[in-house]
């Protein structure tokens, strides 16, 4: 047993947490390389090959943004996608439903297509809803197409032929064919990537999942070329959307499962430290340099959806429900037209970064108002980065100035405005879908998040927020704390009155087999693997489903009751109410997630309570909206369980810094949190 490593590629700084086979945590931040994000990975392993100390690494877990950044800036190779004949314009059709609350049939303008329509080519075969043949698959013009893709260009293409989800044998003899035809081509075939019916959906899953293929094989490629060439003989893991992790070379084959695994990283980070801090509901608030993901945690674990919408782009994958807005610490401040003041989503990334950074940045940033109010110490992530105070002052000047405003009037302002869209995307995970914040901890994590966190306290009326040990790195931790999941899923629309029990059974056995498999795939021994059944299930005549989970045991009519019953208790939890007894059930897709568990990391522990006086390192004058005050800085470090004291205060870690508003009470909990009672957490309890 040696080190387990987990590592997150970030916009600004790339995180590496490793624990060692004696239970010792490493943490190191490099900065990250925008441009060749693999060379970030690369330095962080690096810096840990010094701390090995003749111990070997057992594992390397990675989530990245590679496959959501590409998305997000659309770069995309040449595509192409072939239907069945009759169904060319399936990308253009889309959905009738028009996106937003507000939403106008006549101001939206459809989505920019994945493939042009030129690239899109129709094939002779027809198979009908129960996957039986209508028309059978012509092997010959296949291999014409395979050719004038190849003539074209074109090396990247999808398949994605109607009701292929009910039987893959055509896609897959496509696929054998273009490989024949078209060596080094990358093909991804709907039945294999989203085996589920509405083809819209599957087709923009299945063509983004190809547009990833050479994208994630190359970085993939270059990752394992790092190990290699550092001596590294462990298994790569890349993280995947829906919070488990996948051996890289089964990860390439479906990169599209893998477009969340940074922000899903932090959440599974954050619900691990709930539940070993004994804080199971919470809000996870992770603020890094570009964005901040928002997710709400009951119970101690997730919530997952069965779809996200990328960028404009419907991606039907298991994923943990994120809410993501672009407000991090290099969130850009401008002015839209009427001069009105304006914080992202626009970042400054880490080059050039904030202007304080003085690597050429000229504009405001969240970080250069955090700077300016006193908010931030000299130096970042151990001295690797100097702040430069005249710089920041510079930045807010020059914007300030076309609207009438002072340095510190647009610094205060810029946090202002950065605070509440923070504020709205906490209330879209909770207000929105019937929850209180003020029910939950709020928890930080990313390097900015405990510098805003305490605010949102007070502007939520959350009583409590909790800041981890280690927030600035919490996508890592997420990736170090996580097992193997791998998913899959089958379309069998059954209706609750006249539903086959046997099929069931035999539908949930296909796909626990395929699930075994994987695993066994990766190396797991039966003892170290669980299956975990669920299925989407709606009442007749609804377009949308509700993911319930299914017992695990025999598959009977006990278990189809229970199944029942479960759709009947998520809708009344989901909405307020229930058609029990007055409305058919019907299952829609089933699902089998197959877990392979990987060594426990236990939790992490305060050191002993010391004199809190003695943690207090300086002093500096911070600005809290209307007056500067003298607060003291604290180095967390030096706070042992149990130590209390009360804000203003700055405390200052490595890996992060957060700030406690006046008024506001802290307390160091037995693992290491700090636990901030805010203001309107006071005044709960004087009540």
Not at 143 to 155: C, N, T, V
Not at 225 to 240: F, R, T, V
Not at 503 to 531: D, N, P, S, V, Y
Not at 646 to 671: F, H, K, M, N, W
Request: glycine share 12%; proline share 6%; net charge neutral.
């Amino acid at each position: 047993m040696g080190f387990r490593v987990g590592i997150d590629s970030g916009g600004t700084f790339t995180d590496l947490q490793a624990l060692d086979e004696g239970g010792k945590m490493h943490i190191i931040k490099v900065p990250s390389t925008p441009k060749s994000p693999d060379l970030g990975f690369r330095h962080a392993l690096e810096s840990l090959k010094g701390r090995l100390n003749g111990q070997k690494i057992d594992a390397v877990l990675h989530g990245t943004t590679v496959a959501v950044n590409a998305i997000l800036q659309r770069q995309f190779p040449p595509i192409g996608l072939v239907v069945t004949k009759g169904f060319r314009h399936i990308l253009e059709l889309a959905r009738q439903t028009v996106p937003g609350e507000r939403g106008s049939i006549y101001v939206w303008v459809k989505p920019p297509r994945l493939v042009p329509l030129k690239n899109v080519r129709e094939l002779s075969e027809r198979l009908n809803y129960k996957g039986e043949v209508l028309a059978p698959f012509d092997e010959a013009e296949c291999r014409a197409l395979a050719r004038w893709y190849k003539e074209q260009g074109i090396g990247t293409i999808a398949i994605c032929f109607i009701n292929a989800y009910a039987n893959g044998a055509h896609e897959r003899r496509a696929r054998d064919i273009f490989r024949e035809e078209y060596p080094g081509s990358f093909v991804s075939i709907s039945s294999e990537t989203l085996p589920e019916f509405r083809e819209y959906e599957r087709a923009v899953t299945t063509c983004m999942n190809a547009l990833l293929m050479p994208l994630l094989g190359r970085y993939v490629a270059n990752l394992q070329k790092h190990m290699k060439d550092l001596g590294i003989e462990a298994p790569l893991y890349m993280m995947k959307s829906g919070g488990g992790a996948s051996r890289a070379d089964l990860a390439i084959e479906k990169p599209v499962y893998t477009a969340l695994s940074g922000p899903s990283a932090a959440v599974v980070g954050s619900a691990w430290l709930g539940r070993e801090s004994g804080i199971p509901d919470i809000i996870t608030f992770d603020m890094g340099g570009t964005s901040t993901d928002v997710s709400l945690i009951k119970g101690g674990y997730p919530s997952m959806v069965t779809e996200a919408e990328i960028d404009v782009y419907p991606i039907r994958t298991p994923s943990i429900d994120v809410i993501s807005v672009g407000a991090g610490g290099g969130s850009l401040a401008w002015l839209a037209p009427g001069d009105r003041l304006h914080v992202g989503p626009r970042s400054a990334g880490a080059e050039p970064g904030p202007a304080c950074y003085g690597r050429g940045g000229k504009e405001p940033t969240i970080t250069d108002a955090n700077y300016y109010l006193g908010r931030l110490p000299r130096t970042l992530a151990g001295g690797m980065v100097r702040l430069d105070r005249t710089l920041a002052e510079n930045a807010l000047r020059d914007l300030g100035e076309k609207i009438g405003l002072t340095p510190l009037e647009m610094a205060n302002g810029i946090i202002e405005i950065g605070e509440l869209n923070m504020a709205d995307a906490i209330r879209q995970v909770s207000v929105r879908k019937g929850r209180d914040p003020r029910l939950f901890t709020l928890v930080a994590g990313g390097g900015a998040g405990p510098l805003h966190a305490a605010s949102l306290g007070e502007i939520l009326r959350i009583p409590q927020v909790m800041i981890p040990p280690n927030p600035g790195i919490g996508c890592s931790l997420g990736a170090l704390v996580s097992d193997v999941r791998e998913d899959f899923v089958m379309t069998d629309i059954q209706r609750e009155s006249d539903l086959d029990v046997a099929r069931l059974k035999r539908h949930f056995g296909e796909l626990e087999t395929q699930a075994e498999g994987a695993l066994k795939r990766q190396g797991f021994a039966t003892e170290h693997r669980q299956i975990v059944r669920s299925a989407d299930m709606r009442y007749r005549g609804m377009r949308t489903e509700l993911t319930v989970p299914v017992p695990g045991g025999a598959i009977d009519e006990g278990l189809v009751k229970a199944m029942i019953k479960g759709l009947h208790d998520a809708h009344q939890s989901e909405y307020g109410y229930s058609y029990e007894g007055t409305q058919q059930v019907e299952v829609v897709n089933l699902r089998v997630a197959g877990l392979g568990r990987m060594r426990e990391v236990a939790p992490f522990r305060a050191k002993a309570a010391g004199d809190v006086a003695a943690a207090i390192v300086g002093r500096q004058q911070v600005y809290f909206g209307k007056t500067w005050s003298e607060t003291p800085l604290y180095d967390r470090d030096k706070l042992g369980e149990g130590a209390t004291f009360e804000g203003p205060a700055i405390i200052q870690q490595y890996d992060s810094t957060t700030l406690v508003l006046p008024g506001q009470r802290v307390r160091v909990d037995r693992c290491g949190n700090l636990l901030i009672e805010t203001n309107a957490g006071r005044r709960q309890e004087a009540a």
